[in-house]
């Protein structure tokens, strides 16, 4: 059915899809949808991303970024410094990178232990085994009992 030749999107719609994707990763870390990144909400991504950063790393992030001085990043900063950030990786590496964080053991599986102890070491969050537990049910749409990578994807581009 599909034309491989056909639906190789041309460079300009590559990059509006990425940027599309982009936004989305945006709006989902801007957790007060405040339109804009503070401090508190870099440092998640950048855990998202696999760095462990230090509150001086971050401010010093944020004063390179913070191109008109309001002490936050909007979208405008985060693309400019997404994109340039990016160039060898995809967001699927991005992704990639964050479902290594919580696949301990490397078998392309979350599982609710993983989750536990990822939300729990990296995000500090105070997660129970109950809720890894429902986590992993929400998301396990194939209801195998672990996240596959897809779903996981899934989750996080598209919010759950
Ligand atoms: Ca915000
Ligand atoms: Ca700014």
């Known amino acids: 059915m599909t034309d491989p030749k056909q639906t190789e999107a041309p460079q300009d719609e590559e990059v509006k899809r990425q940027l599309r994707e982009l936004k989305e990763l945006f709006d989902y870390f801007d957790k007060d949808k405040s339109g804009s990144i503070d401090s508190s909400e870099l440092v998640q991504i950048l855990r998202c991303l696999g760095e462990n950063p230090v509150e001086a790393e971050v401010d010093d992030m944020i004063a390179a970024l913070d191109k008109d001085g309001n002490g936050v990043i909007d979208w405008i900063e985060f693309s400019d410094l997404m994109i340039k950030r990016k160039g060898t990786r995809s967001i699927d590496e991005e992704l990639q990178a964050v479902f290594a964080l919580f696949d301990k053991e490397g078998t392309m599986a979350i599982t609710k232990e993983g989750v536990l102890q990822t939300m729990n070491e990296v995000f500090k969050e105070g ?3 109950e809720d890894a537990e ?12 672990y996240i596959t990578f897809d779903e996981f994807k899934d989750v996080m581009i598209n919010g759950i």
Do not use: N, Q, S, W
């Open 127 to 129: 997660m129970t085994l």
């Open 134 to 145: 429902d986590m992993v049910t929400v998301i396990d749409r194939e209801g195998k009992g």
